[in-house]
């Protein structure tokens, strides 16, 4: 059956736009309490006032850097003060920089190793405890379908990615017989404003929904026995990918 969110709180990272927000809207919709993390307050303030008056669930509205390094530790400080208590998490947040290696910012790299990676760590850590005495939490980590595959112009994100998925598959197998369901979950293209940060124009072909990836990762969880899961097109896709964007310099 589903998971019964009741009663839950769940913290959301990357919760201001794409497949966060609509992590965000579901958990909302099956009763949970969420904790919005991203940069960007008028989104977040947003998506807390459509989530309070369409599910009647408690919303906090946490604005926040994940670039920069102890911000994850920063935020369950904060929330552990406000008498929040943490039952899910979903690390959500992250970016992707594309372009050739040799030629990438060095400060770049640096906050997207900070996002994709060092504050999922630091996030995870700060709530593993509360999250496995809840007992009946989640724990998603959102990886890619770059961490499957070469992926030339993005080298620096697919090991991030495949640093996700490895870290959450060890997690599953630590949390069995907890309660706590673990997930990586891979999409593939999906329609979000990633690709909008990339240099080189949109992407034009076809892609998933942020809700479908959403599903595909709340099906997962509900059946509750696979520690991974892509959603989307096939990972060949992610190999011609990059190509697309490459910058010209
Ligand atoms: P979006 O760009 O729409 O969403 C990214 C989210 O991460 C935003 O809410 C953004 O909020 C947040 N974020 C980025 N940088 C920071 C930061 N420094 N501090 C705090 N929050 C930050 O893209 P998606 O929804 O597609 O991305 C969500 C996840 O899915 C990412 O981890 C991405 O790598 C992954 N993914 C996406 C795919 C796709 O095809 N779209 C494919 C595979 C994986 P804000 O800017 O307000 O800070």
Redesign the pocket.
Known sequence: GSIDFSGQTTVV????????AAFARELARRGSDVVL????RD?LEDLASELRARHGVRVTAAP????EPGAGRRLAADLAGRGIRVDGLVN?????TNGAFHQEDPDRLT?EIN??VANLVDLTRAFIEPLRDSGRGVLVN?A???AYTPSPDMAVYAACKAFVLSFTEALWYESRGTGLRVLSLA????R???FD?FEGGAYQGSYET?EQVVATAMRTLDRGRRPSVQSGRRNAVMVSLPRLFTRRR
Do not use: H, K, Q, Y
Request: hydrophobic share 35%.
């Open positions: 990272t990357g919760a201001s736009s794409g497949i966060g993390v991203a940069r960007r989104r926040l850097d994940l670039s959500n947040a992250g970016f992707g906050d996002v994709d959102v890619s379908a770059a999409p593939g293209l999906t979000t404003e990633f940060r942020p």
